[in-house]
């Protein structure tokens, strides 16, 4: 993210059972530990939805796409199938 530090979960938590965070200025992190959150500007990174596992890749991906309340950037992988409805919409 050029000379921007990501802001990321350490691993740890404090006594109070909180997650631990580095600094920084942009956050870094799963759909899954975002879920809840929101953010102006969201970029979802490696959208490959599981064909096998469908349904859930979709549920995933929704829930990331809905943390956005400005602007969404999806990169995706042009090879899959499932992604043409995202390709097709630019």
């Known amino acids: 993210m050029g000379n921007l530090p990501l802001r990321r979960y350490t691993g740890e938590y404090d006594a109070s059972g909180n997650q631990l965070m580095t600094e920084g200025r942009i956050a870094f992190d799963t759909v899954r530990r975002f879920k809840g959150q929101e953010a102006p500007a969201v970029i979802l990174v490696d959208v490959d939805p599981d064909r096998e ?5 979709l549920r995933v991906l929704f829930c990331g796409m809905t943390r956005a309340t400005a602007r969404l950037d999806l990169v995706v992988n ?3 199938s499932e992604n043409r409805r995202f390709l097709d919409a630019v």
Do not use: I, T
Request: no cysteine.
């Open 53 to 57: 596992r469908l349904e859930d890749s």
């Open 78 to 80: 042009g090879g899959n």
